[in-house]
């Protein structure tokens, strides 16, 4: 039983195959992205830490001479897993914020999987919620960035 809206008791929901199936992927999937932010090692200068992976340069930055909104996520991540949080929220305070979803979301996801039904109704509205929130943050930091 979850509480709903109102403090109503009321029976879980019951979860499809589907739904499981997809819920334990992305519990791999955001436990692969936290690996991997454990096996790179964070660039001093608070971004290029995806350099590690193969990846290029910021394209953005090069182009435009200012950095992308997502500079410095991938450093954040590795910054965070390490505890070194206020580090991880100066390289990109929006990557912070996604990197602490995934670290709690990754288990409610093995869970949903397992169990067959969210641990809490409410969770189909937070997961869109967080996520636009630690988007507008990272575009709040950057706007601060390239006009200060």
Known sequence: MVLSYGETMVPSEHLSKTHRITSFIGSVVLGF??????????DG????????????PCTFKFLLRIPCPACGMTTSWALAVRGDWKSAIQANSGG?????????SMPVLLATSIRGRLPWS?????GPILLTSALLLALIQWTFRITL
């Open 33 to 42: 992205g936290l690996l991997v932010a454990m096996w790179l090692q964070p």
């Open 45 to 56: 200068r608070g971004h290029g830490t995806h350099q590690q992976l193969g990846l290029p």
């Open 96 to 104: 912070f914020l996604l990197f602490l979803i995934t670290t709690v």
């Open 122 to 126: 409410g969770l189909r509205f937070l």
